[in-house]
């Protein structure tokens, strides 16, 4: 439950002094300084905390209003300057021409504003993390309340399937397992029991304590609520993420850099020339009109629009590569990103525990199939056997089955659920491929339930001829209490020799990064009368497993792909090392070693930087640990991802350049945090949209320079013709059709062409690396040279005779020019005939389209009126196109020089 931004009173009645470390405390220390009562608060006492303390709620930053994202659109440079122009073109009478600039304003802001909102409304922000209803005992009474009404001091009870209202105390468990990785990081349940730990013990191990926000799988019981609200660890960080600013996206600080230099460049050059023009006697009228003109050339109208387009079909194309972009420029950010820090479970595995090796007494026992699915074979010595035949095997898998309170559920057809823990689910699925089921067992007689302290479960099932206890737990606690074990059918003694071995090997499984599990039983011929510690005595042992939760069979490859195209992949989990660096090792992420969050704290931030450049395998982290090592990747100027789906995720979510939050298993505060939403929590599909992401930028750059030697090309024509003693060649309203109609049908159709074959085997680029570069500005000046004298020399043949065909000429010449001269920004590198002439079909019908439209202007009267143009003739056409071609040839011919010149290179 969240409200908008409210205070919210202290915690709990320890007012005046520090709060005391609650993990330390006895049930009765933390009872004293609650001053509570073990039967639970009265109602009266629950009522003033209430007033005193506030209401259990996550204070929530306002969501912005549909008129600020609106706003929003309008704070770029570029567009600022569209809007100047539009009042200035107003100013002086140009009416039409204001109202041009302002309409491509309106529907550029009208874009933003629709992708922006439609993302926010995807997203729901801390509705469901904290829940409705919550049980307390108050009076000694058992009541249901709305969680927004706990107070500190309250005895709240736990059930499987809850979620956890408030930070609580345990004062009573039952087999209670609690889901932590919303807050943690922890992908596998915690045991939670009473207890005390030492001071400064990290919060993924105080098992006597509950945390709001984190879900009970397992057992039922019951604590006192020690914090609330935004005093609870969740608030705490939800609060930490609201303080971390967000950074500016590489592209926007571009765009806003590009807008003012043009900004500049434009007053600076209409200022000149019509000093120019006065001092060779021209009209003052003329000369503003000129002036104005030359502004209005610089500054490319279309590029906001062209950009946001672009940027809006990315994100469509993100969306079916299953990225769901909430920002706009964030789509290209995932282009420029040069380290991406990734969560472990789920996101490079699959999230379903698995067994993968069982070790009876007799063999090693290889179990293929990965997840749910009760799909796969047993192997000895990678051959198949029937599990069934053999009776170690089948005793064992009978055992991990019947002690438990796992159950499958599914078809192949609609997938598989486990319900239960993700580790009992993993023994249940290993006894479904075997073909067992509890179908026709009988039912339990008794249970002795696992906890931290036991670190073992049994359950006694009656058997033929009395009764069998089924034990599982940590193998080392169960051959501690065995003294026999189960080899080549019969019971024998187990010798220390074969539980030293057994041990060993245990310890090997446990090394490489498996999650071990043991099975006894013992059959009880007694009866019921047996107590607990006589019945898990003298007991024989069956084996152990290994589990694991599978990498994702792609996230090796999107690793791979990762290396080529020069990222950095950091794994950071709230997993143990063993684990983490195990399946580092699986995917190929190469690490020396792995560092835990106590190591991070032991380290300089320099000892860090230089271990980052060697160790990709961080574990046992804390959100503070996640911000400070995005701080000193930040230091090396990395554009770094971050991804999370923990409420311990959102800040660093916030402070990464850009944030990725888990679709399926992401809480609410990282999605509300993040920049982009994982829909499938999927790795591989961060890579395809880096791809994307790559793909938006170049396409960016390729239209970008391709508006600005058009922009070029006009300011050429019209100084030229300004330095020659020519009328002027361009009005105002020809420029704004050319920079708004032409240039931007060819430009959106430019933002849509293919990735280039190598867009995945090049290096990132640099964050601050310029749209354009030194040898951008070069090609720019040049073709927009060659264009703005082709322009010239078409109107100056004419304009003694008929100015309004000459500037036709011009206009039309211009058009026709920049048409050839938008297929030498299809590739930077490569030519035409090698990226493929009609790879983006969309390109030639652009051009074929602003050929039509050319042509109604050219002859349609009303048009004519509108844009001051006349009539021309089929020779005029075919001249225009024989002057535009050599502006494509030698693009070309370029392009195949220097590709053949590195080929060699290359060679060599």
């Known amino acids: 439950m969240a409200v908008p931004n409210q205070d919210q009173g202290e915690v709990p009645p320890t007012e005046g002094r520090p709060l005391p470390d609650w993990c330390t405390l006895t049930p009765d220390e933390v009872r004293r300084e609650l001053d509570t009562d073990p039967m639970g608060l009265s109602t009266q006492d629950a009522e003033e905390r209430l007033q005193r303390y506030g209401e259990n709620v996550l204070r929530e930053e306002a969501r912005e209003t549909p ?89 709240v009870l736990l059930e499987m399937g809850e979620r956890v209202p408030a930070d609580l105390f345990i004062v009573e468990g039952t087999s209670l397992e609690v889901d932590e990785a919303p807050l943690t990081g922890e992908s596998s349940p915690v045991n ?68 003012r230099d043009l900004g500049l460049i434009a007053v600076g050059i209409a200022v000149l020339a019509v000093a120019v023009g006065l001092l060779q006697q021209r009209g003052l009228l003329e000369m503003f009109l000129v002036g104005v003109s030359l502004a209005v050339a610089v500054i490319p109208e279309g590029l906001p629009a062209v950009v946001t387009l672009t940027l809006a079909i990315g994100i469509k194309n993100m969306m079916r590569r299953n990225c769901l972009i909430r920002h706009l420029p964030a789509s290209e950010t995932l282009g420029a990103v040069s ?12 999230n379903e525990m698995t067994v993968v090796r069982v070790r009876t007494p007799d063999a090693e026992v290889a179990v293929t199939g990965a997840g749910y699915a009760p799909e796969g074979e047993f192997l000895v010595e990678e051959k198949p056997i029937d599990p069934l035949a053999d009776r170690g095997l089948r005793l064992f898998l009978r055992t991990i089955l019947l002690c438990n309170h796992a159950a499958l559920s599914g078809d192949r057809e609609g997938g598989w659920r486990i319900f239960g823990t993700p580790t009992e689910g993993a023994l249940v699925v290993a006894a479904a491929k075997a073909g067992l089921s509890r179908e026709d067992a009988p039912g339990a007689a008794r249970e002795f339930s696992f906890n931290s302290t036991r670190k073992r479960m049994t359950v006694i099932y009656p058997e033929e001829g009395g009764y069998v206890a089924y034990v599982k737990g940590a193998p080392e606690v169960l051959l501690s209490r065995s003294s026999r074990l189960l080899r080549g059918g019969s019971v024998v003694p187990l010798t220390e020799d074969l539980r030293d071995a057994l041990l060993a090997e245990i310890a090997e499984y446990a090394s490489g990064g498996l999650r071990v599990l043991g099975a ?20 024989i042992f069956l084996g152990f497993a290994g589990i694991l939760d599978p990498p994702r069979p792609e996230a090796a490859e999107a690793i791979r792909l990762c290396r080529s195209a020069g990222i ?95 679709g399926i298993k992401g809480t609410d505060v990282a999605k509300e945090s993040s920049d982009m939403v994982l829909v499938d929590d999927n790795f591989a599909s961060i890579v395809a949209g880096v791809e994307e992401g790559r793909r938006e930028y170049d396409n960016i750059a390729r239209f970008t320079r391709y508006l600005l030697s058009s922009n070029v090309g006009e300011l050429v024509a019209i100084v030229g013709g300004l330095l020659l003693g020519l009328p002027l060649i361009l009005i105002p309203v020809q420029i704004l059709w050319i920079n708004l109609i032409t240039d931007g049908l060819t430009a959106i159709a430019l933002g849509l062409e293919p990735a280039e074959r190598d867009a995945m085997q090049r290096r990132p680029r640099a964050p601050e690396e310029a749209i354009l570069t030194r040898s951008a500005y070069l090609v720019i000046f040049i073709l927009g040279m060659w264009l703005g004298l ?119």
């Open 790 to 908: 082709l322009t010239i020399y078409a109107f100056s043949g004419l304009y003694e005779v008929d100015i309004e065909r000459a500037r036709t000429m011009a206009f039309t010449g211009l058009i026709i020019f920049e048409l050839y001269n938008v297929l030498n920004f299809r590739s930077f590198r490569f030519p035409l005939h090698r990226i493929g002439f009609f790879s983006n079909p969309i390109l030639f019908l652009a051009i074929l389209g602003s050929l039509a439209l050319q042509a109604l202007v050219v002859y349609v009267p009303v048009l004519q009126t509108f844009l001051g143009t006349a009539p021309l003739t089929l020779a005029d056409w075919g001249l225009l196109a024989l002057l535009g071609l050599p502006v494509l040839l030698a693009g070309e011919v370029y392009k195949i020089i220097v590709l053949r010149a590195t080929g060699r290179r290359a060679g060599a």
């Open 520 to 539: 006894a039983y013992r059959p009880l011929p007694g009866g019921l009368e047996w107590a607990e510690e006589t019945v898990e005595e003298d007991l």
């Open 192 to 259: 939670k029991a009473p207890g005390t730990f030492p001071p400064a013990t990290c919060l993924a191990e105080r098992s006597n304590m509950v945390f709001a926000g984190t879900t009970v799988v397992n057992g039922h019981g019951r604590g006192f609520a020690v914090a609330t609200g935004m005093q609870t660890e969740f608030g705490m960080i939800a609060g930490l993420s609201q303080r971390v600013g967000s950074e500016a996206t590489p592209l926007a600080r571009q765009m806003d850099r590009l807008g």
């Open 67 to 155: 008129i600020q994202v609106f706003l929003r659109q309008f704070k770029s440079v570029l567009i600022i300057i569209l809007i100047v122009a539009a009042a200035v073109s107003f100013l002086v009478g140009e009416a039409l021409d204001a109202a041009a600039i302002l309409i491509i304003v309106v529907l550029n802001a009208a874009l933003g504003f629709s992708q922006e909102w439609q993302a926010g409304e995807a997203i729901e922000a801390l509705k469901k993390m904290l829940v409705q209803r919550a049980v307390v005992i108050r009076g000694g009474e058992r009541q249901g309340i709305d969680a927004s009404g706990l107070v500190p001091g309250d005895l």
């Open 339 to 350: 380290v991406i820090c990734t969560d472990k479970t789920g996101t490079l595995t699959r």
């Open 568 to 662: 950095d992949v950091i794994m950071i989990t709230g997993d143990n090392p063993l684990t983490a660096y195990a399946i580092a090792q699986d995917l190929g992420l190469s690490s020396v070693g792995a560092l835990t969050g106590t190591d991070l704290e032991a380290l300089t931030d320099n000892e860090l930087e230089d271990r980052l450049r060697t160790t990709k395998v961080l574990s046992r982290v804390t959100a503070e640990h996640k911000l400070r090592v995005i701080d000193i990747l930040a230091r090396k100027k990395a554009v770094i991802a971050m991804t999370g789906d923990g409420v311990n995720d959102a800040p660093a979510l916030k402070k990464a350049s850009i944030g990725i939050a888990m």
